[in-house]
Each structure stands twice: as structure tokens, then as C-alpha cells.
């Protein structure tokens, strides 16, 4: 069983759709798609995923299913500093990094922060939405692993966005999404593969293959954008 997860091309948010380089994104994104054996296609309903889909789905002439639960994870917190809303993501590394419990997926929702908004909800609900999916195809949630009772090679592709991707990575993979988030960055329109991987008969855990993979972009000579990342941005120099 493969999953392959596609962050929106880059983002026009004011917009809630895609800026002139973010559709030039989502055409050599389309390119790369095509060429996939694809069972089916899964959507956030946001513009900015949808706009990024459409290329890859008109040149497959297919169609995805839209999903709420792969909208941008939706779960504000209040800032301890500003006492105002925000997100659950992008947290001070000196805050963070102290704090045993963000750092296991067990535990981190159940933080002084977290439960200051509906982050474990909005978990249990994105986590309930992949394993749908699963099951679909034959693979059942146990406990930190999954069973079936037949491999398969089934293939599922979801166009979405990079927080909800990395808590659906932490629930595949069992890693605490704080660490995942603050350790990683998915450039937009990059891919991310995971698949099943089954040493024995009737017991499956997902292994990742690539991680915001952007050889799409580079292929067509264009450059990948840093929209989501904040830090110093290494350019090549001709």
C-alpha cells in the first residue's frame, strides 16, 4: 500500500489559490503524476489544494474525492504570549524543545498549549480520516501498526498541505507531530511517499520513501519556492 502526499503548489493565500510560479508549479507537477499508476485521488477542499490538483487531474482525466479532514490542520491555540489565537506549529524552539511531553505522540496533545485548543480533536479526526482510507484497501488499525490480511500495492495519492501532512505522518509513522513539524519542511507542490512494509504475514507499518521530494521542479528548471520556511534560503549560484 502506497501513500503519496502532495503539498499544494505555491500559495497565494489572500487568494486561497496559487500565484503565477504556483501554476507553472502544479503543470510540471501534472507532468510527474501522469506517469504514476494512481488508484485514487484524494483533495483538501481549499482552493489552493484544489487549484494544484486540477493540472494533475485533467492531464490523468481523472477525478478526487474531497476530504474536510485534509484541509490545513485546523486547531488554534492561545499564545501564552500574546493571549491571542494562532497555530498549533512554528513554536519557540526554546519553549518547545523543554518540554518532554511535546516530544512523543502519545502525549503531546495533552500539553498545557495544546489543550488550549482542539488539537487532540482535530487529531482523532484527521487520523480517523486516513484510516478510512486504509481500511478501504485492507489495512485495519492496531494499536501502532496496521493489519491485513493481504498485500497489496494499491496506490493513493492526496493533495493537501504540509501541517495536515506531517499529523498524518505522525500517525503513520508514530512520531510526535511537533517534532516533525519543527524538523522538516515540505516545499510546496513536493511530494511525499510512504508505503507498507510487511516482514510478516498479517502485520504492516508504513516505511517513508522520500520526504518533499521536488525532482519536478528541478527537471523543468524552476526553482523551488521557500514559501512555509523561515529561515536562510541556500541558492545556487551559477
Known amino acids: 500500500m502506497r501513500l503519496i502526499f502532495i503539498r499544494h503548489a505555491e500559495p497565494d493565500y489572500a487568494k486561497d489559490s496559487l500565484t503565477e510560479k504556483g501554476w507553472r508549479e502544479a503543470e510540471f507537477l501534472a507532468e510527474r503524476v501522469q506517469r504514476w499508476k494512481v488508484d485514487e485521488f484524494y483533495c483538501s477542499p481549499l482552493g489552493r489544494a484544489r487549484d494544484t490538483a486540477s493540472a494533475s487531474l485533467r492531464k490523468c482525466g481523472r477525478r478526487a474525492a474531497v476530504c474536510d479532514w485534509l484541509r490545513e490542520f485546523d486547531a488554534p491555540v492561545i499564545d501564552p504570549e500574546t493571549g491571542k489565537k494562532r ?58 501498526m496496521y493489519r491485513t490480511d493481504c498485500h497489496n500495492e494499491d496506490t493513493v495519492a492526496l493533495f493537501c498541505h504540509m501541517g495536515v501532512t506531517f499529523f498524518l505522518l505522525s500517525h503513520l509513522l508514530n512520531i510526535s507531530p511537533v517534532n516533525l513539524i519543527h524538523g522538516m519542511f515540505l516545499a510546496p507542490s513536493s511530494v ?38 523561515f529561515a536562510e534560503i541556500l541558492r545556487e549560484t551559477k
Do not use: N
Open 87 to 144: 497555530l498549533p506549529w512554528d513554536l519557540w524552539p526554546g519553549y518547545w524543545t523543554k518540554v518532554p511531553e511535546m516530544h512523543s505522540v502519545d502525549t503531546f496533545a495533552d500539553t498545557d498549549l495544546m489543550r488550549t485548543g482542539p488539537v487532540k480533536e482535530e487529531y482523532a479526526r484527521v487520523c480517523a480520516g486516513i484510516d478510512g482510507i486504509l481500511k478501504a484497501h485492507g489495512y485495519e488499525r492496531d494499536g501502532k
Open 192 to 229: 511525499t511517499v510512504v508505503t507498507t512494509e510487511e516482514v510478516r504475514k498479517g502485520e504492516a507499518y508504513f516505511r517513508c520513501q522520500m520526504v518533499g521530494d521536488t525532482s519536478h521542479l528541478y527537471a523543468a528548471g524552476e526553482p523551488v519556492s521557500h514559501m512555509g520556511y
